[in-house]
């Protein structure tokens, strides 16, 4: 769960997370990651597959919300609307945490490979 400065909250249930808003006291929204992209080395290519895994983590800017899931993807969704923006898919291992920094201009997320990697997000 995160909770963002306007007190509205990200709260995840398995494959979906949720945009809570405090102000009308519903979720405004349900998402899930649509497909699980897996990279192909011996072609330098990744393929999307049409099978949703578990959200583990997830993150809230103004503008933004950022997920993190066991199908190695980052996914940057706007944050008003719940659509996917666009998706990242740099890690080979399984991602186990992310976090932020405090003037959410960079992210960072590690997998179980110990990769760490940053993400500069203006």
Do not use: C
């Not at 102000?23 to 011996?42: C, E, L, M, R, T």
């Not at 933004?64 to 199908?71: A, H, K, M, W």
């Amino acid at each position: 769960m995160d909770v963002d400065k306007k007190k509205d909250y990200l709260l995840f249930r398995g494959k979906q997370f949720g945009f809570y808003k405090t102000g009308v006291d519903s979720v405004f929204y349900q998402n899930k990651h649509p497909d699980w992209p897996i990279y192909v080395a011996d072609k330098d290519t990744t393929v999307n597959v049409p099978l949703n895994l578990e959200i583990i983590s997830g993150i809230m800017t103004a503008d933004n919300i950022y997920t993190l899931g066991l199908d190695k993807s980052l996914r940057k969704w706007e944050k008003q609307s719940g659509e996917l923006i666009e998706t990242y898919s740099l890690h080979r291992g399984t991602p186990s945490a992310m976090d932020i920094s405090k003037d959410e201009s960079q992210l960072v997320t590690v997998d179980l490979l110990g990769k760490i990697h940053f993400w500069n997000l203006y």
